[in-house]
């Protein structure tokens, strides 16, 4: 079993700054990506940022210059640095896992909240 845990979410001002971590752990040999997507309420789930094992970094383009990506390959870990907080960023975040193993496979974290208001 793959066991995949956010901590880091809560209650922020607008303009403040967040930081949210992810750790996978469990029967996982390797890793190809992880990121973070996010669910507002009545919205689709959406992508925020991946990183991958080589490094390469992709974001949504509401979260360029504001949120930064990192991850730690030895600890199976990867971070979400989130500054300039606005309410838009209210939601459900989400990490997302994919192995490395064939055949590939999918792992979701249960989700934290992050609240952005005054």
């Known amino acids: 079993q793959v066991h995949v845990v956010e901590s880091g979410g809560g209650l922020v001002q607008p303009g403040g700054s967040l930081r949210l971590s992810c750790v996978a752990s469990g029967n996982i040999f390797s890793i190809n990506a992880m990121g973070w997507y996010r669910q507002a309420p009545g919205k689709e789930r959406e992508l925020v940022a991946v990183i991958t094992s080589g490094g390469t970094t992709n974001y949504a383009d509401s979260v360029k210059g504001r949120f930064t990506i990192s991850r730690d390959s030895a600890k199976n870990t990867v971070s979400l640095q989130m500054n300039s907080l606005k309410s838009e960023d209210t939601a459900v975040y989400y990490c997302?896992?994919?192995?490395?193993?064939?055949?590939?496979?999918?792992?979701w974290g249960q989700g934290t909240q992050v609240t952005v208001s005054s």
């Open positions: 997302h896992v994919l192995g490395g193993s064939w055949p590939p496979a999918v792992y």
